[in-house]
């Protein structure tokens, strides 16, 4: 056998590989979990529309059955709908997942075990985002083979990304649309055959039917298409494609409100909660909860906007103080999650030498992760693949430094963040040195290292800003703190 056709079988199996471990990882906290229940929380709102599409019921939520389950934490004011016992149609959320979690409730039913079948299938889709970053970083630094398998490991092998099986949340589906949209339009870019492109558009619009946030980068990857490409029928056939997908369910939700909306009429809250005066610009209780008891989507939305906008006039000055926040919030610890979920007793007690431990494991891979993906940024060339990686990066988190910032926002970024680290991994101080010769390259080192000492600052704060509620968290009684999300 030839060193190159070893060579090529390795490449092939690569990928499987990578999803098969990645896999492995994820069943054993979805089998450990095989009778793990949901909260009153978004992963409720998702099972309530999955149901409701499961028996023909259409997009609804808040059936009969499903009111003395919300009403004890948020009175619904129904009077103002004409309220239908099989639950109210709503336009609020996007619509894919509610989908994805609606077919595997037909095949495993309605009783409690549709959890652990959702969970099941999200086992999968987060195991294909290894294989997915591999096929990514070979586009992005071609012939850098070793970066490529060692970013897909890192995906594979990610702490919080093997747990989000257990969360019956959009995310699951989302991750692998921004991923699997990436690499069909770097796979297009390199063929131009406007069948690749036309697929890309597909998924950006399956993307867009998961989280309507994605339209911003999306509009500028095809904008990328059209500058630089310089493709402009492929970017008209890609937009074409987009369009295509999203229009039906705009047309419904344009009927449904009797004017013209969008995928999912939640903008107005999540700018209340946003720039709620005593908020901090991220999700938090108990305002959070100040406009779910408006069960009318067009109401809620109007009266959301008019109190952000008045929100805003009141105090002008403190939008550039939010976005600083959120900026800080989008990038922190990811510690949200284990936070909430350890004080409200979902695990029992853990001793403090295993809690500590426990936390390391989940918060310190994104610290070497964004730290590293910084300088391997400034040491990658301008190329339009690059370009493009900077867009999907500056339009997806944009929007959420002007509306609302969490943690785990990040996450649908990793792949693109951990692709340059891996670069600045394998490396290592030669190429930084060689990309310090010019001007430019010295230029972008210099960013690189005030981005890490901004993110240090921010991770620094934050765990100041925190202390007293870690201490309680590592107590005899940490468990019990009951801290609100």
């Known amino acids: 056998m030839t060193r190159s056709l070893r060579w090529r079988q390795f490449a092939t199996a690569m990928p499987l590989k990578l999803f098969l471990v990645a896999l492995l990882v994820r069943l054993i906290p979805v089998l450990l979990a095989v009778n793990l229940g949901i909260g009153l929380d978004d992963m409720f709102q998702y099972d309530m529309l999955a149901r409701s599409l499961a028996v023909g019921n259409g997009f609804r939520w808040y059936s009969q059955q499903d009111l003395p ?3 004890p934490y ?10 239908d016992s099989r639950g109210v149609l709503t336009s609020f959320r996007a619509p894919l ?5 609606a077919l595997i409730y037909l095949v495993s039913g309605l009783g409690t075990r549709r959890f652990f079948a959702a969970r099941l299938v999200q086992a999968f889709l987060g195991a294909a985002l290894a294989p997915l ?4 970083a070979r586009q992005l630094i071609p012939g850098r083979e070793k970066a490529a398998r060692i970013s897909a490991w890192v995906i594979g092998l990610y702490p919080l990304l093997i747990l989000y099986p257990l969360a019956l949340v959009t995310e699951n589906l989302f991750f692998l649309l921004v991923l699997g949209s990436a690499v069909t339009l770097l796979k297009a870019a390199e063929n131009r055959d406007w069948k690749w492109f036309v697929a890309s558009g597909i998924l950006f619009g399956l993307t867009a039917l998961t989280r309507s946030i994605a339209l911003i980068y999306i509009g500028l990857a095809i904008l990328w298409i059209w500058l630089i490409l310089k493709e402009r029928r492929m970017a008209v056939a890609t937009l074409a494609a987009v369009v295509l997908v999203i229009t039906p369910w705009v047309v419904r939700n344009s009927l449904l409100l009797h004017r013209l909306s969008g995928l999912e009429n939640s903008m107005g809250y999540n700018l209340y909660v946003g720039y709620y005066p005593t908020g901090t610009g991220t999700f938090q209780y108990p305002q959070s909860l100040d406009l779910l008891s408006i069960v009318d989507d067009g109401v809620r939305e109007q009266v959301g906007y008019a109190k952000a906008w008045g929100f805003i006039k009141a105090d002008p000055a403190r939008v550039p103080y939010l976005i600083v ?9 990811e510690r949200r999650a284990l936070t909430y979920f350890y004080s409200n007793n979902i695990f029992g007690y853990i001793p403090t030498p295993a809690l500590l431990a426990a936390s390391l494991v989940l918060l310190v891979p994104f610290v070497i992760v964004a730290v590293s993906s910084a300088f391997g940024l400034a040491s990658l060339r301008s190329r339009p693949e690059i ?3 900077v ?15 969490e943690d785990r926002f990040h996450l649908a970024i990793l792949p693109f963040l951990v692709i340059p680290a891996a670069q600045a991994w394998t490396g290592g101080a030669a190429a930084l040195k060689e990309r310090s010769r010019t001007k430019i390259g010295k ?8 981005v890490v000492l901004l993110l240090c600052l921010n991770w620094g704060g934050e765990l100041w800003r925190d202390a007293g509620r870690i201490s309680q968290l590592l107590g005899p009684h940490g468990n019990q703190t009951y801290f609100p999300y």
Do not use: C, E, K, M
Not at 97 to 101: C, D, M, R, T
Not at 133 to 136: I, M, N
């Open 69 to 71: 389950l919300i009403q």
């Open 74 to 83: 948020i009175h619904l004011d129904l009077s103002a709908v004409n309220y």
């Open 97 to 101: 997942y509610p989908v994805l979690l």
């Open 133 to 136: 970053t591999y096929a990514l």
């Open 325 to 333: 926040r959120r900026a800080g919030y989008f990038f922190g610890l």
């Open 387 to 389: 370009l493009l990686l």
């Open 391 to 405: 867009l999907i990066l500056v339009g997806y988190i944009t929007p959420h430094l002007l509306i609302l910032a």
């Open 443 to 450: 230029v972008a080192l210099i960013l690189a290292g005030l």
